[in-house]
Nanobody, 114 residues
């Protein structure tokens, strides 16, 4: 399984971005998917994940601002990010889990200016 994240960019505080994660093949429908991020000098951290059935989970810092969704027919997972803050600046990674094996995309840079 290969994952490719896209959609990052530079945005002002309060702005919005939508990240996309494209998965190769048709395995995404049975994968547990998530978005992580890594800011400079910090460890990679979970942002949100979504179950195979579509149940989302968000860390407290993004609740009410970010929305994770999936379109299994298109082999896609999305992260809609609203009301972005400078502290959201990081490289965002798409993650998938299947049979206990983790798969990672290459990351996409999100920079939020104040």
């Amino acid at each position: 399984v290969q994952l490719q994240a896209s959609g990052g960019g530079l945005v002002q505080a309060g702005g919005s971005l939508t990240l996309s994660c494209a998965a190769s093949g048709s395995m995404i429908s049975i994968m547990f998917m998530g978005w992580y991020r890594q800011a400079p000098g910090k460890q990679r951290e979970l942002v949100a994940h979504i179950s195979r059935g579509g149940s989302p989970y968000y860390v407290d810092s993004v609740k009410g601002r970010f929305t994770i969704s999936r379109d299994n027919a298109k082999n896609m997972v999305y992260l809609q990010m609203n009301n972005l803050k400078p502290e959201d600046t990081a490289v965002y990674y798409c993650n998938g889990v299947l049979g206990g094996v983790e798969y990672w995309g290459q990351g996409t840079q999100v920079t939020v200016s104040s």
